[in-house]
């Protein structure tokens, strides 16, 4: 009599990979449901705007108030005529050469300056000297014949600057009117050639 041999258990389910269980499905109905806005990925968020900034502006600087009394003394007023003497111009006059040398000699002997020399004569030689060397003169040809009276005017020569000042250059041009003279220059080579005539006298 044939005996069966009892049948082995099969050890196959016990080392065959235990598959674990959907994690999800067993956590279903624990957790509450997704919604849509969390299944969206997060957007980057833009960082904010920095303020703009104004541009500099150049501070206005407000007027300067002028210096009434700065100005006043900064531009000098204008010469008095007590002041006028204290002002010092340029008197241009033209003399014959050999006038003008013996003016030249008399400031060199006397230490004084043209312009000393100048208004010493007018000291000396009088209006009516003056008035008597510009006045016309008839003249009577060789044969009495009358003729045209002519007028005195100054003579060409070397030009002279006296220093004076504008109280006397006034003066000197106010002489001209009143002795009938032509011409400045003509009035100081007449009134100095008197002069030297008068100091030569003197001097004999």
């Not at 003399?95 to 002997?109: D, G, I, M």
């Not at 003056?130 to 020569?157: C, E, M, N, S």
């Amino acid at each position: 009599m044939t005996t069966t041999p009892p049948r082995r258990a099969s050890l196959e389910g016990a080392f065959a990979a235990k598959i674990p269980p959907d994690r999800a499905e067993s956590l279903r109905g624990l957790l509450p449901p997704r919604t849509k806005s969390e299944h969206r990925p997060s957007e980057p968020v833009a960082a904010p705007a920095a303020p703009e900034q104004a541009a500099p502006t150049r501070a206005t600087r407000p007027p300067r108030a002028r210096n009434t009394a700065a100005t006043a003394e900064a531009s000098p007023p204008a010469p008095s005529p007590a002041d006028a003497d204290e002002t010092t111009v340029n008197m241009p006059a033209y003399l014959p050469p050999e006038l003008l040398a013996w003016v030249r000699a008399e400031t060199r002997t006397r230490d004084v300056t043209y312009a000393d020399v100048l208004f010493d004569a007018f000291e000396v030689v009088d209006d009516a000297e003056l008035t008597a060397a510009f006045t016309p003169h008839q003249r009577t040809g060789t044969g009495g014949v009358p003729r045209r009276a002519t007028k005195i005017r100054g003579d060409g020569g070397v030009q002279r600057q006296f220093r004076v000042s504008l109280t006397q250059r006034d003066w000197v041009d106010t002489k001209i009117a009143e002795v009938g003279a032509p011409s400045r220059s003509a009035l100081c080579a007449a009134v100095l050639e008197h002069y030297r005539v008068h100091l030569a006298a003197s001097r004999q």
